[in-house]
């Protein structure tokens, strides 16, 4: 194909792109709406070694691995749930907090989830500080050379987590941009052994046109169809409803994800 034969297929199909762009858009933010939003709070720990010595340094960094487990564990929830009063388990505590441990500059990142944002505050707030005061209780009993400090950096702030339909609207239209670029080569596929313009002839053939037969008369709908190749209503109405819940269930997994 020429250039000139992609424009002609922007021109003539031009409508199906911009349809199901805003189509899957549209059906990606309407799908994040009707989802409860989930916030996120986070909060950072510092564990600074008290002494610039490699080997405190390295023991520190070794040991934010043994803080991950004693921050995620059954106790410090219990804890949390009782200081915080919160109604729920220590597994669901758990199942919505993350620790991210990050030796490059001896930090601990503890964030937690859920529906409502003040409860995500008070479970990495109550968690950081159980912690850090576990870590200043074990201190006490340590020589202060070798103790390694754990403090807390900021007080626990939220943010919206999930949906973000800024994400959603965009790969809304990305999805409708691919399922349109698939109907059009499908339409014309199915069109393609079909010559519509003496220019198309040419080209085909490598002969020079002379002359057209004019039509019989009116083209009518029936003659037009007539034209086309055959093809049963229902694969068409299968192919669209299949495109239509693949744009649905991507948009539902993409933000899942």
């Known amino acids: 194909m020429e250039f000139r034969d992609y424009l002609d297929i922007i021109r003539k199909r031009g409508w199906i792109f911009i349809f ?7 059906v990606a933010v309407l ?17 600074e070694p008290a002494r610039a010595d490699w080997g405190l340094s390295n023991t520190a960094k070794d040991l934010l691995r043994s803080y991950t487990l004693q921050i995620r564990s059954h106790n410090t929830a219990q804890r949390a749930i009782e200081r915080g009063q919160l109604d729920m388990s220590t597994d669901d505590l758990l199942s919505k907090v993350t620790v991210s441990p990050d030796p490059s500059n001896f930090s601990i990142r503890i964030d937690a989830k859920d529906t409502d944002p003040a409860v995500a505050v008070t479970i990495a707030q109550k968690v950081a500080e159980i912690f850090a005061e576990d ?9 202060k050379r070798d103790r390694i400090e754990v403090a807390i950096i900021d007080s626990a702030r939220y943010e919206l987590f999930s949906p973000k339909l800024k994400i959603n ?5 990305v999805v409708g941009l ?31 046109v002379l002359g057209s037969i004019p039509a019989g008369g009116e083209a009518t709908p029936a003659r037009r169809r007539a034209l086309l190749p055959r093809i049963r209503p229902e694969t068409l109405l299968y192919f669209g409803l299949g495109l ?6 991507f948009a539902v997994i993409s933000q899942i994800l």
């Open 169 to 173: 609207l965009i790969v809304g239209g």
């Open 178 to 208: 691919l399922l349109a670029g698939v109907i059009v080569f499908f339409l014309e596929w199915v069109q393609a052994d079909l010559l519509r313009t003496p220019e198309q002839v040419e080209r085909i053939t490598g002969l020079v």
């Open 20 to 26: 199901l762009a805003l189509f899957t858009a549209a």
């Open 244 to 249: 239509i819940v693949g744009a649905v269930g």
């Open 31 to 47: 799908v994040g709406k009707m989802q409860t939003p989930v916030y996120r709070a986070s909060i950072v720990l510092r564990a």
């Open 135 to 143: 870590r200043a209780a074990w201190n006490e009993k340590q020589d």
